[in-house]
């Protein structure tokens, strides 16, 4: 079952804050997320193991609610280069086999 | 370090003829593989994943087909391409573990077109 991810599109201004949410009806393992520009290939950003973590670096954190089956993205001060399409992939189960939202299409402005 | 490739970049075909995208990874071993495909604007559909030589999941049934005939070697064809078949054709590769997670790892992906 592909995870939903809300909103579909964001635009930001330079230095505003964005969150990005993942929700999937089954219970998750884990929960990657992936940045992609146009053009080119998903990059890897952070997992997430179920137990609730946290985890960030730079100005991009992201959350685990195992028990909402939930993650969220959160974008802190954004910069140009954020601009892109976030995906979350969602694991079931152990063997490596995500399943991909939808996307989130973001777009920072000067 | 590892490093993944995907050939070929482009590649425009005719409805109905065969099709062969090969991806091989370097610098590591016995890894997992992944073929995705992305409609034009869309998410990334998994098609196939392999955990070893001759192990292949399909994810969705079609036209299409995977091999594995190397540890580093995956192989997407298909003997009759349709319209639908267009898109964009990533390959990726993670760490084989039971243990833990293990973030995936893009090819530069193959745009292809049928017309």
């Known amino acids: 079952q592909q995870p939903v991810q809300s909103p579909q599109a964001v635009i930001l201004r330079e230095g505003e804050d964005a969150v990005i949410n993942c929700s999937s009806s089954?219970?998750?393992?884990?929960v990657h997320w992936y940045r992609q520009k146009h053009g080119e290939a998903p990059v890897f950003l952070m997992i997430?193991?179920?137990?609730?973590e946290q985890k960030g670096h730079d100005k991009i954190s992201a959350s685990f609610n195992e028990k909402k089956q939930q993650s969220s993205l959160y974008l802190t001060a954004s910069q140009l280069s954020y601009s892109g399409t976030y995906f979350c992939?969602?694991?079931?189960?152990?063997?490596?086999?995500?399943?991909f939202g939808q996307g989130t299409e973001l777009s920072v402005k000067p | 370090s590892q490093t993944i490739h995907q050939w070929p970049a482009t590649l425009v075909q005719p409805v109905g003829s065969p099709l062969s995208l090969e991806c091989t990874v370097e610098?590591?071993?016995?890894?997992?593989l992944y073929w995705y495909r992305q409609a034009a604007g869309r998410g990334l559909q998994l098609l196939f994943y392999s955990v070893g030589i001759g192990q292949i999941s399909s994810e969705v049934p079609q036209n299409l087909s995977a091999s594995r005939p190397q540890d580093r070697q995956f192989i997407l064809s298909s003997k009759k391409l349709l319209l639908s078949d267009s898109g964009f054709y990533l390959c990726?590769?993670?760490?084989?573990?039971?243990?833990?997670?293990?973030?995936?790892?893009f090819g530069p992906g193959t745009r292809l077109t049928v017309t």
């Open positions: 610098g590591t071993s016995n890894p997992n």
């Open positions: 992939g969602t694991e079931t189960g152990q063997g490596g086999k995500l399943i």
């Open positions: 997430l193991l179920k137990g609730g």
């Open positions: 990726a590769w993670s760490v084989d573990s039971l243990l833990a997670p293990y973030e995936q790892y």
């Open positions: 089954k219970a998750l393992y884990s």
